[in-house]
C-alpha cells in the first residue's frame, strides 16, 4: 500500500498569499497518477488536479500541481477567500487508491 | 449535468446492517468505474470499494472486506454498498464517485452510525 505524507498539517496565510502543499509518497506513483482535491467543510470533495498537473474542468489556473516519483505539491498564486479549505492528495496508481491525511489551509 | 446522489443512511446498532445506493444521472452510467469513499467524523478520506463497468472486476479495502459489498444495476443507472457486520468504526459519511481522472464526480454523501 502506498502512503501519502501531507505537509504541513495547517497553513495559516492571508488572502494573496502563495500557498505551498506538499505530498509524499513511500513508494513512487508511477505515470504521475496523483491527484488533488478541495474540500470545504459540509462539502464533498472537488477534484482540482488530477495526472500530477492537469486542471481538472472549471478550476481557476491560480491552483497548479507538479512533481513526480514521490514528491508532490500543490501551489495557489494567490489566495481567495474561498480557497480556506482542506486539500487532500489521493494516488491512482494501484490499489488500494490512499489518500493523504490532509493539509488545511486557514486564515 | 452529472448528478450523483446518495440515500440509505441512518443509525444502526453494531452487527446490524444497511444498504445504501447512489442514483447516477447526467452521463453515460455502464462506462465508467465507480466508487464508495468514506469519511469519519473529523477524519480523512478513506477509499472503501469499486466496481468496474459491468460490476465483474470489484475491490473492497482490508477493512471492510468480508462484510461489505459493492455492486450495480446500469438499467436502472444505480450503485449500491451492502454493509453487513457493521462496527462502530464504520460510523462516517458515505459517498459515491466516479472513477475517471481519479474521481472527478462526488455525490454528497450519505451519513452511516453505527451505535447501540
Known amino acids: 500500500e502506498i502512503v501519502l505524507t501531507q505537509s504541513p498539517g495547517t497553513l495559516s496565510l492571508s488572502p494573496g498569499e502563495r500557498a505551498t502543499l506538499s505530498c509524499r509518497a513511500s513508494?513512487?506513483?508511477?505515470?504521475?497518477?496523483l491527484a488533488w482535491y478541495q474540500q470545504k467543510p459540509g462539502q464533498a470533495p472537488r477534484l482540482l488536479i488530477y495526472?500530477?498537473?492537469t486542471r481538472a474542468t472549471a478550476i481557476p489556473d491560480r491552483f497548479s500541481g507538479s512533481g513526480s516519483g514521490s514528491d508532490f505539491t500543490l501551489t495557489i498564486s494567490r489566495l481567495e477567500p474561498e480557497d480556506f479549505a482542506v486539500y487532500y492528495c489521493q494516488q491512482y496508481d494501484s490499489s488500494p487508491r490512499t489518500f493523504g491525511q490532509g493539509t488545511k489551509v486557514e486564515i | 449535468q452529472v448528478q450523483l446522489v446518495e440515500s440509505g443512511g441512518g443509525l444502526v446498532k453494531p452487527g446490524g446492517s444497511l444498504r445504501l445506493s447512489c442514483a447516477a444521472s447526467g452521463f453515460t452510467f455502464r462506462d465508467y468505474y465507480m466508487s464508495w469513499i468514506r469519511q469519519a467524523p473529523g477524519k480523512g478520506l478513506e477509499w472503501v470499494s469499486h466496481?468496474?463497468?459491468?460490476?465483474?472486476?470489484?475491490s473492497h479495502a482490508d477493512s471492510v472486506k468480508g462484510r461489505f459489498t459493492i455492486s450495480r444495476d446500469n438499467a436502472k443507472n444505480s450503485l449500491y454498498l451492502q454493509m453487513n457486520s457493521l462496527r462502530a468504526e464504520d460510523t462516517a459519511v458515505y459517498y459515491c464517485?466516479?472513477?475517471?481522472?481519479?474521481?472527478?464526480?462526488w455525490g454528497q454523501g450519505t451519513l452511516v452510525t453505527v451505535s447501540s
Open positions: 466496481l468496474s463497468f459491468s460490476g465483474n472486476t470489484v
Open positions: 513508494q513512487s506513483v508511477s505515470s504521475s497518477y
Open positions: 464517485a466516479r472513477r475517471h481522472l481519479s474521481h472527478d464526480y
Open positions: 495526472g500530477a498537473s
